[in-house]
């Protein structure tokens, strides 16, 4: 996330249970996927940017190009971030597997 000043800080969106952007979509535009992920449908969303005010972690931005939202969607299951982070510091892991 970039914060005008010329810092960015990794961010991505925390999947909530019960997501407060999902909720303030004023255009039902922000769903939860079958696989329990955050999607944004870019064809609906009109950039309001009502749910990048309740999100209270910040996981979800305008796109600086078409003014969308956008979110982490883990993509797919396949995070590309994690696949191609060239120091191998990112990790994807089941939530099930951080919990033991």
Known sequence: MYDGHGNY???TCKHCQKPKC???CPTKSIVING???IEVNKKTCIGCGVCVTECPFKGIYLDP???KAISCDICGGDPQCVKYCAPHV???TDEK???K
């Open 9 to 11: 800080t990794p961010n």
């Open 22 to 24: 999902v909720e303030a």
């Open 35 to 37: 696989e329990g992920y």
């Open 65 to 67: 190009v078409d003014k």
């Open 90 to 92: 990112l990790t994807f």
């Open 97 to 99: 597997e951080v919990v």
